[in-house]
């Protein structure tokens, strides 16, 4: 956490860095203002800070010139991995402390939903019909 206040990046900068990190690709300006839930014009002023900053690189569609595609520099991808190590370090210190058999029955839990795809049908579903 220090070194994302060490940024002094806002929570939308920071939940922009963590939602292109996850999206894999290169997303428009417009495609991460809606997964933000802010309006273009502020998407695109925190993402010129972080442009600013080298977290994050902007280039011109190929297709279209007019959008903006947006993804992580190297830097960017750097601060998204330490995050995700902090966490995976954190997760795994609280389930070392856990009785072995409640380590096991989360295990067998969550080896259930992960690898069972049908819960994941089933929520998807439900959600297209909402």
Known sequence: MDSLVATEL???QMRSVFILGSHGSPMSVNELA???GLSLAAAG???DKLVGLDIVDRREDASDRRIKRISLTEKGREIVD???SVKED???DFVSRL???VRDNLRS???AVVNGDH???TSLSQEAHA
């Open 109 to 111: 839990a969550l080896d």
């Open 119 to 121: 819960y994941f049908a």
């Open 99 to 101: 009785p072995a058999e």
């Open 34 to 36: 809606g997964e933000l």
């Open 10 to 12: 806002s929570l939308s």
């Open 45 to 47: 002023r925190g993402i």
């Open 90 to 92: 954190l997760l795994r």
């Open 82 to 84: 330490a995050q995700m």
